[in-house]
């Protein structure tokens, strides 16, 4: 099965293409606006999500042809290279507790939030299903593509700080297009940098799985919906030190566990091995 390891991969050539596909879109955004998707932003946000997808293909592609693309999206499947079930446990249920976490914050700090919010059940199944997709088309490329030619040469946490770099300025115009000024853009960095950080470890030891990337990034999007808000209140925007800050802190947590140089080797496996 395809596993990006051959020495022709060019993460430069991928981050570059990214970008040449977005910045088509970036500039359509500007001109035509349209709502309504999932966390109210602008479609050509979720057409831009395809386009690592679109890079990985063609460089894939380029490299290996028709069965190199097919090995490729197969990977989106992937969750039988999770040899052990333990790992099941964090991919479910870490960025539950996270939100649970900033939740708490709020309210230990005594920051406004909703009450009495509504979660309409069928909606959101469907919404799951859409940023699913979505993650995908991001997934097979940051992690599908890119994670294993970086890790070849560089360590676990150089490859996730990289790749988190470039995701986060990936993610710039839409948040300048969101009216956030500079202060809330450094947080939001910080916030995805770490969270590239918690899929690369998650990937490392998950005998490379991509749908545990996929899974991850639909479950971190899925929070910030369910997170509660109103029309005019929503906490995880109002106070992103809080809401950054905290994955920010699990991202650290794992580096001390499982190590800088491969995200995989933690410091006390006889403790549940």
Known sequence: MYTSTSSNKSPLKFFLLVFALTI???IIETMVEVKGLPLDVPVT????????LIAAIVLVYQEEGTIGVQSLLKRIFDFSKIKQKIWYLPLIFLMPIIYLLIYGVMQLFRLPLPVGVEIPFLQN???SVVIFIGA???EVGWSGYAVDAMQKRWSALTTAITIGLVWAVWHYPSIIQQGHGLIWILWATLGTVAMRILIV???????????????FHTLANMGRILFPKN????????YPDIHYSIIAIAAVIVIFL??????????YRYRYT
Do not use: M
Request: glycine share 6%.
């Open 24 to 26: 088509p879109l970036w």
């Open 45 to 52: 946000d979720f057409i831009v999500t395809f386009t690592p």
């Open 201 to 215: 470890w998650l990937y490392n030891n998950t005998g490379k799985s991509v749908f545990v990337c996929i899974f």
């Open 125 to 127: 199944a469907l919404i």
């Open 136 to 138: 995908t088309g991001e």
């Open 231 to 238: 029309q005019t209140h929503n906490p995880l925007v109002d």
């Open 258 to 267: 499982w190590g800088s140089k491969t995200l995989a080797r933690y410091r």
